[in-house]
Structure formats: structure tokens, C-alpha cells
């Protein structure tokens, strides 16, 4: 019988807390890009032998800490300070050799990056491994002063939030985002502060309902579990799963142990399970793909629903996270997260349920070491129970993100975005058509 009670469990979810209520006006906010001097190039990152998308593979500036990440569609935007245009860009995908290329051979648009596959010599497939997974979890967490940043830094990241009706996107926010890095060796939480945001809603598709996801980019922040290992793996909730070896990868030209984590059976409360990317050499974390155990719905709605209408029932179907983190002279830090909820909603008198999707991303873009030690003004850092507000007029201005990198949108989005618009101005016409 579990042993693990609920406000252990409570404590685990707290990344994604779902809001409906029914439909009000939010306030507006804008900000408006400052410009500086760049040069942008995109493209798209594919296997070599296949020509299959490479989602969420990571593009960095030699030398820097400019970087961006592929998107579900392999698509990449880059915007590189002209300082360092004469540098090289280095290609990283799990599994796949490391590329690097000079910046100045490429085209503005349109590149196209090829990556080999790395195939491992069988004998390296089956590499002795510890013999204890658990042990060489418990290891490389223990190790993470080390092995991460043990400096304060102030990193740039985008951050972007969807929510979807099924397969139609019904509301899109984005936001630039200042995270204020504590040292991995501190117990003290990071900071976040607001520099850029936009969102743009089409309420007529929510049946009336708004959907507030809670937490905004804390969501993603808290998926970092070597800061955070609270919220997944304690020194008590790591004997409530079962640890095991799968076979072995590379990242970066550097084996890689690959770790499958799952509770349990006798754990009866909702845990997850997954897969733990491990740097075989020095016991690194280098990411980590997992979801969460939503078999009793009943829990899982308790663990994520805080407010809902009195006539509709409402439970999620999946919880899935993503974590990477990436490396620069020896040491290790928080590069990109996302996560997905998706849950229905199931209304009184009515035939038919609604299925949402709620999916959040965040990745850092650029950082510097905090030498002051400096935080923003409490009055200026954003809370965990933030929700972005809305902002229509923002997705119309092509230079509103300026010199900062982004996630290059996906195709479906960007109809989205105008579709949404579309509509938003179709309503304003129609008011103003009834108010004279």
C-alpha cells in the first residue's frame, strides 16, 4: 500500500494548474521592441537520410551564448548579433553526429541542415553500464554542484503558450522573458521578470469558457528538476519508482546513458514515468522526457482543476514534460522545457464533450553571469500564479520581438494567428455596426 500521501503529491503538480471560468475582459499589455545590430537567418534541420524534421534540435554561436531550438516542424530562426557572424553555428540532436557550420556560408532563408544519424558500434550499444540505475540517478543528482552552474546568471528566454479546441488553435500567447538564475548550488528559487509579451484569443471557439493556465512561464521553469527536484525526485520519491537501463545514445559525440524510470505497482497515487538522458563520463542529467500517471481521473482532476463551471466535469487525458539543458565550458544549465496537457470537458445536457490542449514551451536564448547578484524589485517579478493577458494588436507587428530569438512558429500557428485576428476584427465591426 502507498505510503505517499496527497500533499507529497500535491507538490508534484504544481507546473500546470488549469483555470475555467466563465469569460471576462483582460487588460492589455504591449511592449515595444527596441532594434539593434543583427542579421537573421532560418531553415530548417533534417536527417540526412530521411529528410524528416529534427524537433527541438539546438542551434548555438561558437563562442557565445546565443542559441534557438528547432520546432515541431524542424523550422529554426536565428538572429545573430553581426559581432559574431565570422563565428561558426554548432548543430546538436540526440543520437545524431554534432555539425558545425561557418555563419557566413549560410543564406539568409531556406538553409537546409543535414544531420547523420549516429550509429554505435554494437559493443558500444552494450556498454557496461553501473550496475544500480537508481544509484546512478541518485549519483547524478547529488552531483549537480559540479556539474551545473554554481554562479548567478541572467538569462533571456522565449516563452510561448497554446491552447487549442482539438486540432484548432484558439488562443496563442508569447512572451520574452528575463530569468534571473540562481546558482544550481542555492536553495533560493529563480526569479523571472516581464520584458515583452502578446496574446491574441478567440473566445467564440472556447464554448463561452475561458481557459487560464496558472503559472505562465513558472510552468516551464519548474520542469528544470535538477534545480527543482522537489517536484519529481526527492530522497523519498525516488523509492517509489523502478529504475531501469535502456541502450545507450549519444549527444554531442558523448555516450549517453539512457535511464527508464516508472512507479511502482504498489504506488497508487499518480507518479510518472520516462526517460532520464544521463552523460555517461560525468554523470550529467543532459535532458529528460516524462508524463504523468493519469489512470484515476478522479485524481488527476483534483490535482490540476482549481475552478471550474458548476455544469461541467473536467479531467485531463495526458501530462507529458520535457527538459534539455546544454553545456558551455564544462558546465551545465537550463535550456529549454515544454509542456502538454490536454483534458476534456464533459457539460451537462450536452451530447457531445469538448477536448482541449493546453502546451506551453520556454527556451533560453542568450545569458550572462550575474556579477551584482542583482533580482528585480518584488513589485516587478512575475508571480507563479500569473496568467498573461491578452494583447490582439501584437501579433500584427513583425518587429515586435526586435533582436530577441523566438521559437520559429509552426505553419498551423501562424494560420492561426490569422484566422484569429481575422475574427477579432469581424467581432469589433459588428459591435461598433450595433452601437450606432
Not at 157 to 181: D, Q
Not at 256 to 274: N, R, T
Not at 317 to 326: A, F, G, L, M, N
Amino acid at each position: 500500500m502507498s505510503t505517499f500521501n496527497y500533499t507529497t503529491k500535491k507538490s508534484l503538480s504544481i507546473f500546470y494548474v488549469l483555470t475555467l471560468i466563465c469569460y471576462f475582459g483582460l487588460g492589455v499589455h504591449a511592449m515595444i521592441a527596441q532594434t539593434s545590430n543583427f542579421t537573421e537567418y532560418t531553415g530548417e534541420v533534417l536527417d540526412a537520410d530521411s529528410k524528416k524534421a529534427l524537433v527541438f534540435a539546438t542551434l548555438t554561436v561558437d563562442n557565445t551564448n546565443v542559441t534557438t531550438i528547432t520546432n515541431s516542424e524542424g523550422q529554426f530562426s536565428l538572429k545573430v548579433p553581426n559581432e559574431y557572424k565570422e563565428n561558426s553555428l554548432i548543430i546538436a540532436f540526440l543520437g545524431y553526429k554534432t555539425k558545425q557550420i561557418n555563419i557566413a556560408e549560410l543564406q539568409l532563408e531556406k538553409n537546409k541542415i543535414f544531420m547523420e544519424e549516429f550509429v554505435m558500434a554494437l559493443s558500444e550499444a552494450q556498454i557496461d553500464a553501473p550496475n544500480n540505475a537508481e544509484a546512478l540517478v541518485k549519483e547524478t543528482l547529488d552531483k549537480k554542484g559540479s556539474n551545473y552552474l554554481n554562479e548567478n546568471a541572467v538569462m533571456t528566454a522565449f516563452y510561448r503558450e497554446t491552447i487549442k479546441k482539438r486540432r484548432t488553435n484558439v488562443s496563442l500567447s508569447e512572451a520574452v522573458v528575463n530569468v534571473y538564475k540562481a546558482s544550481y548550488t542555492s536553495n533560493k528559487s529563480d526569479a523571472l521578470e516581464l520584458y515583452k509579451a502578446r496574446k491574441s484569443t478567440d473566445y467564440n471557439k472556447l464554448d463561452t469558457v475561458a481557459l487560464k493556465l496558472q503559472g505562465g512561464p513558472f510552468n516551464t521553469l519548474f520542469v528544470d528538476m535538477v534545480k527543482y527536484p522537489k517536484y519529481i525526485f526527492t530522497a523519498e520519491t525516488l523509492n517509489y519508482y523502478d529504475f531501469s537501463f535502456d541502450t545507450s545514445t549519444r549527444v554531442n559525440d558523448q555516450l549517453i546513458y539512457v535511464v527508464d524510470f516508472k512507479q511502482k505497482p504498489e504506488i497508487i497515487d499518480p507518479l510518472y514515468k520516462g526517460k532520464l538522458f544521463i552523460d555517461a563520463e560525468n554523470k550529467i542529467l543532459t535532458s529528460a522526457i516524462y508524463s504523468l500517471n493519469i489512470t484515476d481521473k478522479h485524481l488527476a482532476s483534483q490535482m490540476f482543476v482549481r475552478k471550474k463551471p458548476k455544469n461541467a466535469q473536467v479531467w485531463p487525458t495526458e501530462v507529458s514534460y520535457r527538459v534539455d539543458y546544454r553545456e558551455k565550458n564544462g558546465k551545465w544549465y537550463y535550456g529549454y522545457s515544454n509542456v502538454l496537457l490536454e483534458f476534456k470537458v464533459n457539460w451537462d445536457k450536452k451530447l457531445f464533450n469538448s477536448v482541449y490542449s493546453m502546451s506551453c514551451e520556454m527556451a533560453v536564448t542568450d545569458w550572462e553571469q550575474n556579477l551584482s547578484n542583482s533580482i528585480p524589485r518584488t513589485k516587478d517579478r512575475m508571480k507563479s500564479s500569473i496568467i498573461l493577458s491578452d494583447e490582439a494588436i501584437g501579433f500584427a507587428d513583425p518587429d515586435f520581438w526586435g533582436e530577441y530569438n523566438i521559437i520559429e512558429p509552426e505553419k498551423s500557428i501562424e494560420s492561426a494567428i490569422k484566422k484569429i485576428q481575422r475574427q477579432l476584427r469581424r467581432g469589433k465591426l459588428d459591435n461598433g455596426a450595433a452601437a450606432r
